[in-house]
T-cell receptor, first 114, second 119 residues
Framework: AQSVTQPDIHITVSEGASLELRCNYS??????LFWYVQSPGQGLQLLLK??????LVQGIKGFEAEFKRSQSSFNLRKPSVHWSDAAEYFC????????????FGTGTKLQVIP | GAVVSQHPSRVICKSGTSVKIECRSL??????MFWYRQFPKKSLMLMAT?????????EQGVEKDKFLINHASLTLSTLTVTSAHPEDSSFYIC???????????????FGPGTRLTVL
């Protein structure tokens, strides 16, 4: 069965500082990988996704993530955080077969301080 | 981009009543829709996978008779919480996948969610 681990429940960064959110996955083959962001009381917005090819993926709002097969990781990065980036971030792994079921991590809450 | 709507956004009901939540793909046809439940400060838990014209596939531990899912068309899926109880109070989110994406991956587009409160 596929699974996702986000080891950091809560992260606080200063505005303008760099950010890295960790994600490790478990899947029998090369998975589909996603990062979503959720603002309070809202649905999820896709930041970026990895299907195949270049392991460094660029997303919206200046985010990027790198797929590292050897580490089973898909960490999310941003060079300079803005106050509006404060939200909950979910990493997710998708199966390549069947209904392409997606499994979410437990999320990392990002707080941005001035 | 692909837009998914949910209705209602919030609903409060009395214990023992049934509540229906609609999920619509507004600008694309979704052969597969997913229903998730999100507990406070928790991740999304997949409840069921819904395919147009066929019975939903429920995840282990999800009561089929309590959470009725209907996917009658390529743009609409409904979740009915039957005989709701306070423990059913939660944030319910649906998602839809665009048609059949051969090799395209399982990207899902999410609705804004429905906050259910059962008194």
């Amino acid at each position: 069965a596929q699974s996702v681990t986000q080891p950091d429940i809560h992260i606080t960064v200063s505005e303008g500082a760099s950010l890295e959110l960790r994600c490790n996955y478990s899947y029998g083959a090369t998975p589909y990988l996603f990062w979503y962001v959720q603002s309070p009381g809202q649905g999820l917005q896709l930041l970026l996704k990895y299907f195949s090819g270049d392991t460094l993926v660029q997303g919206i709002k200046g985010f990027e993530a790198e797929f590292k097969r050897s580490q089973s990781s898909f960490n999310l990065r941003k060079p300079s955080v803005h106050w509006s980036d404060a939200a909950e971030y979910f990493c997710a792994v998708g199966a390549r077969g069947g209904y392409q079921k997606v499994t979410f991590g437990t999320g990392t809450k990002l707080q941005v301080i001035p | 981009g692909a837009v998914v709507s949910q209705h209602p956004s919030r609903v409060i009901c009395k214990s023992g009543t049934s509540v229906k939540i609609e999920c619509r793909s507004l600008d694309f046809q979704a052969t597969t829709m997913f229903w998730y439940r999100q507990f406070p400060k928790k991740s999304l838990m997949l409840m069921a996978t819904s395919n147009e014209g066929s019975k939903a596939t429920y995840e282990q531990g999800v009561e089929k008779d309590k959470f009725l899912i209907n996917h009658a068309s390529l743009t609409l899926s409904t979740l009915t919480v039957t005989s709701a109880h306070p423990e059913d109070s939660s944030f319910y989110i649906c998602s839809a996948r665009v048609g059949s994406q051969a090799g395209g991956g399982g990207e899902q587009f999410f609705g804004p969610g429905t906050r259910l409160t059962v008194l």
